[in-house]
């Protein structure tokens, strides 16, 4: 990546406003995310199934009080690349 390109996986809105709340807590679960961010069910699953795939978060399925109960947290990958991504950000910011 030069340092004028952003990772645009993490640049879509709604999967950096993910990686944004996941960066700032260390564990969260799907309806958190689905209520912070205002997204729907299937658009939310989607928006994780991405980031779990590049390696970015991993999601943990448990029973509580017998419901399902899906955990969401950054992986030390994810984190790194957040912190390239604002890195780079800056970068592009300040050279226009």
Known sequence: ???L????LIHEPSRLKIIVQLYAVERTDFLYLKRQLGLTWGNLSVHLSKL???GYIE?????VNK??????????????????????????LGET
């Open 1 to 3: 990546m030069t340092s």
């Open 5 to 8: 390109e952003l990772n645009k």
């Open 52 to 54: 779990e795939k590049a």
């Open 59 to 63: 999601i943990k399925k448990s029973i």
């Open 67 to 92: 419901k399902t109960h899906t955990s969401v947290h950054l992986t030390s990958s994810g984190r790194i690349t957040f912190e390239e991504y604002r890195k780079s950000l800056k970068r592009v």
